[in-house]
């Protein structure tokens, strides 16, 4: 009889011990998930986002962060801020599509500041190659890796000013590990970075950083970061690129209203 009740015991506790385990576990995922949205609500496309958009987002933010592996380099530690600032550009530019766009990213590398890659260049001429170390902020290789410095990220959430590293390098990963699209929509990007050269050349003052000039990857990259950046103003002053980028991430960021104005 004693040994019976010693064994009752034993099991009650076992029992009583793994439903503490699992409040405690819930208890954890429930306040890691309060804290992420905290973090989001601080980030500056936030207050526009309509709400539907911020529940599908706050849910990609958690998968991004479950699925892809970030590893920090040059000594810098990775927080869970750290994991959501970018997890949440990344998905902002997504966001229009319902299927997983992700998996051929193996993972995220953050360096503290801008880091310096070992490049070989092709005159496009000669076809004469030269190697050399360029200073990079961000880095996309092919569509394995995306590579970050952290002081970017942040300088890139201070402004809305067209210049934001994580939409420029995801949307580089989003061209090579999807490529394709519609053809209508390359033949619009190709004309529109052909009026962006000739403005160029023109000595003229271009809403778009000159930098997408260098060819059509970078245009659209570049045109990328104004769309979710500068909406507004793409759209009046490039209403066709405007509806390209519109229907091609099927988001219309110009429609969204700053709910703190
Ligand atoms: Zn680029």
Same mark, same amino acid.
């Given at each position: 009889m004693m040994r019976l009740v010693i064994v009752l015991l034993i099991a009650?506790?076992?029992?009583?011990?793994?439903?503490?385990?699992?409040?405690?576990?819930?208890?954890?995922?429930?306040?890691?998930r309060f804290e992420r949205r905290a973090t989001l609500a601080g980030l500056r496309f936030w207050s526009r986002l309509p709400e539907d958009l911020r529940d599908r987002l706050a849910s990609r933010v958690d998968d991004f962060i479950a699925r892809v592996p970030y590893t920090g380099a040059g000594g810098l530690v990775i927080d869970d801020r750290m994991?959501?600032?970018?997890?949440?550009?990344?998905c902002l530019v997504t966001l229009g599509h319902?299927?997983?766009?992700?998996?051929?990213?193996?993972?995220?590398?953050?360096?503290?500041?801008?880091?310096?890659?070992?490049?070989e260049l092709e005159d496009e001429d000669t076809g004469v190659v030269t190697e050399g170390y360029e200073t990079l902020s961000g880095q996309a290789i092919e569509s394995d890796r995306? @590579? &970050?410095?952290?002081?970017?990220? *942040? $300088?890139?959430?201070?402004?809305?000013?067209?210049?934001n590293v994580v939409i420029h390098e995801v949307t580089h990963f989003l061209e090579?590990?999807?490529?394709?699209?519609?053809p209508a929509a390359h033949a619009a990007l190709e004309a529109a970075h052909a009026e962006l050269c000739r403005a160029i050349d023109r000595g003229e003052e271009t809403l778009l950083d000159p930098y997408g000039a260098e060819d059509p990857t970078e245009?659209?990259?570049?045109?990328?970061?104004?769309?979710?950046?500068?909406?507004?103003?793409?759209?009046t002053r490039h209403p066709?690129?405007?509806? @390209? &980028?519109?229907?091609?991430?099927? *988001? $219309?960021?110009?429609?969204?209203t700053d709910l703190n104005t």
């Open positions: 009650l506790a076992v029992v009583y011990a793994f439903r503490l385990r699992r409040r405690e576990r819930t208890a954890t995922g429930e306040s890691r994991r959501v600032h970018i997890a949440a550009q990344a319902d299927d997983w766009p992700f998996d051929p990213l193996h993972g995220i590398t953050l360096h503290p500041d801008e880091f310096i890659v070992h490049q995306i @590579v &970050l410095s952290w002081r970017d990220v *942040l $300088d890139s959430e201070a402004r809305d000013d067209g210049y090579s590990a999807h490529p394709g699209g519609d245009f659209l990259a570049v045109a990328a970061e104004f769309f979710f950046e500068r909406p507004h103003e793409l759209r066709t690129l405007y509806v @390209v &980028l519109r229907d091609s991430f099927r *988001l $219309d960021p110009a429609s969204w």
